[in-house]
């Protein structure tokens, strides 16, 4: 291996701490305790997981964390309800609803029902305007977490060629925005791109976001790029059950400059960005200006 290590669990932990730090200066200066409420319906074994770690980090950071568990079967009209209230509760700062939804949910009308300032998760059709148009808004977190390392590791990105793999509403699309508003020259590939290897191969930073098991090898990458791996996929090897990215480490490892591992890489910041968008969001809600040092935008 050649390329560098970005140590996402390194990166989480130091933002952890920032946001730590910061929680701790609102309640001092202003007695201000930033509040998390996250909402899980259903009993999907994933999201649980998701929703006990997120529970246990918040409270760790010095906040407040609320959960909500609805069954599967819970109307819609009661998740409304139930959004409508926290939108309503001042202690309440930020509100997260775990995705997926049961099938009988509408997810879009769920999530812009939050109140955009409380969107912590970034996913508000206005936030997602307001991303695009350059304006204050709330960053989802995974590509946030994304942007922090590259940052982190690359200083100013103005003028990379960045690609990024994979065009969805939350990791794709977002990260494409940032990479532009950072000044990259911003390529958006999918499944229709044609010559996806030598689209990839013109990128200084390539961003991997679309749930192909090492998809992306060796011979994609142009020697020293920068390297971020977003995919989680779960595959059989040697009869174990292993988690692996969109790119094939042990090959591109030796040609980038950098890239972050799977696991440990992307998936730690995405909490701590959820952290982070918590404490800028109470921020917000006070009129304080954005605590430093936790990317927001
Ligand atoms: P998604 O909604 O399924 O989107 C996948 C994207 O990849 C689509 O835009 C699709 O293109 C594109 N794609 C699929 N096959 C392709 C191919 N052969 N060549 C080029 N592009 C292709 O997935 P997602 O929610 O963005 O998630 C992507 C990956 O990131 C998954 O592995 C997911 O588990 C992981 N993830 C990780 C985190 C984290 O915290 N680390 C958070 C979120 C997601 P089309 O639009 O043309 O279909």
Wanted: proline share 6%; net charge negative; hydrophobic share 50%.
């Amino acid at each position: 291996m050649t390329a560098a290590l970005i140590d996402g669990k390194a990166h989480a932990a130091a933002l952890r701490g920032r946001v730590a730090q910061a929680v701790a200066g609102l309640h001092e200066t202003h007695g201000l305790q930033p509040g998390l409420a996250v909402v899980l319906v259903g009993d999907d074994p994933a999201s649980e997981v998701y929703v006990r770690s997120k529970a246990k980090m918040t409270v760790a950071a010095g906040m407040l964390s609320f959960q909500h568990r609805l069954p599967a079967d819970t109307p819609e009209a009661d998740l409304l309800a139930l959004v409508a209230r926290l939108n309503a509760d001042p202690e309440v700062h930020g509100i997260l609803v775990q995705l997926p939804l049961p099938g009988h949910m509408n997810a879009e009308a769920v999530i812009n029902a939050i109140e955009p300032a409380k969107d912590v998760d970034g996913f508000h059709i206005s936030n997602v305007g307001r991303l695009g148009t350059g304006q204050k808004a709330m960053v989802p977190c995974t590509p946030l977490g994304c942007l922090l390392m590259l940052r982190d590791h690359l200083g100013d990105l103005s003028g990379q060629e960045a690609v990024v793999v994979g065009r969805s509403n939350i990791v794709g699309k977002p990260m494409a925005q940032l990479l532009l508003a950072a000044d990259c020259t911003v390529t958006l590939a999918h499944s229709r791109t044609r010559d996806l290897p030598a689209v990839c191969r013109r990128a200084d930073i390539l961003v991997a976001a679309v749930g192909r098991p090492e998809m992306i090898g060796a011979g994609w990458v142009k020697p020293g790029a920068t390297v971020i791996d977003v995919g989680i996929n779960r595959v059989e090897r040697d009869g174990a059950r292993v988690l692996v990215g969109d790119v094939d480490f042990a090959a591109v490892a030796g040609v980038a400059g950098a890239i972050t591992p799977v696991p440990g890489g992307v998936g730690p910041m995405t909490i701590a960005c959820l952290l982070a968008n918590t404490v800028t969001a109470a921020a917000r809600a006070a009129g304080l200006p954005d605590p430093e040092g936790l990317g927001a935008i």
